[in-house]
């Protein structure tokens, strides 16, 4: 059986930057090294008490916070006018 942890913010740890439950890995950083190139497999074995429930996890909480993005455009002006 696979327990997924769930992405909490604790003001007391990483200064309250969302992190995975019982760690100390940030969200932040799991994202970093997805977008950076990293695999899940090359992940899991740097932080081998991760499990692919917990990436899948950050990228929940990532994709939720994509969603729920509020963008307000601003009026501009075009060249010469």
Request: hydrophobic letters at 40%; glycine letters at 8%.
């Amino acid at each position: 059986m696979t327990t997924t942890r769930d992405i909490i913010i604790n003001p007391k740890v990483m200064s309250g930057k969302p992190i995975i439950a019982g760690t100390r890995i940030t969200v932040e950083h799991i994202l970093e090294l997805l977008s950076g190139g990293w695999s899940e497999p090359e992940i899991l074995r740097q932080f081998p008490h991760l499990k692919k429930a917990d990436i899948a996890a950050v990228l929940q909480y990532a994709t939720a916070l994509a969603k729920n993005e509020q963008v307000f455009p601003f009026p501009y002006e075009t060249a010469g006018g």
